[in-house]
């Protein structure tokens, strides 16, 4: 049985207009991701990585092209109805987690479920599963500033998994993390999107960790394309 086309991206330009001349960042990039399915997008600073995930997320519109989100056509879509899209099928995870001083862990994962409109009960009882799933039940009560930088990032992807999202995009995710810490992160990464279903587009530098992914791809004149196998070894 052939799994469900989560994020389709079909034939995306972006252009942004600097000094009085256009710069077509995106030129007909088109991407499919099913869900189960993990997929890096490795490319230099200023191939148009942070604009792909921007459209992917709905934070920006393409100037021209479709967008779908779990089948349904969503570019062009109001702004209502784009952050109920985000709120409701899209989790974001940052470089920084961005986790709340003045909250500890399960009041992180416990405040965007309120504003989805969930009640106090099933929102906590929720961020405690998802807590114990990343592997830090122990840690609930803790605050950001009490925990480690590994820590901190688990609590972020839980965060991001707290309104069963069906698309999880990761801008480089363990980018401030060391070596061993952000192997085990990517690891819990990877575990989560096969466990959930979820299809995960994630955007890094490490080669090591995104040979890990089901696909890695990347941007070449604005267009979305297989790593190349060869260069990827050179880089090893």
């Given at each position: ?19 009085g001349r256009k710069l077509d960042i995106l030129a007909g990039a088109d991407l499919e991701i099913r869900e ?201």
């Amino acid at each position: 049985m052939s799994k469900k086309t989560v994020l389709s991206l079909k034939n995306i330009t972006r252009q942004f207009e600097q000094g009085g001349r256009k710069l077509d960042i995106l030129a007909g990039a088109d991407l499919e991701i099913r869900e189960g399915e993990s997929v890096a997008l490795v490319a230099p600073s200023g191939a148009g990585k942070s604009t792909l995930l921007q459209i992917a997320g709905l934070l920006d519109q393409p100037s021209s092209g479709e967008v779908y989100m779990d089948g349904a056509l969503v570019q062009g879509a109001d702004d209502e109805t784009r952050t109920r899209l985000r709120r409701e099928k899209i989790g974001f995870i940052y470089q920084f987690h961005y986790l709340l001083s003045d909250f500890n862990a399960r009041e992180n994962l416990v405040l965007p479920q309120l504003i989805a409109g969930k009640s106090k009960k099933q929102a906590q009882q929720n961020a405690d599963e998802l807590l114990k799933m990343v592997k830090l039940s122990e840690r609930a009560g803790h605050y950001p500033s009490e925990m480690s930088g590994g820590e901190q990032q688990r609590v972020a992807i839980a965060r991001a998994l707290v309104n069963n999202p069906v698309l999880l995009l990761a801008d480089e995710p363990t980018g401030n993390l060391d070596p061993r810490t952000a192997g085990d992160i990517f690891t819990l990464l990877k575990q989560m999107v096969a466990e959930l279903g979820l299809a995960a587009l994630i955007v890094t530098h490490n080669m090591e960790l995104a040979r890990q992914t089901d696909r890695i791809l990347t941007l070449k004149d604005g267009k979305i394309v297989p790593y190349d196998k060869a260069a990827l070894e050179d880089a090893a």
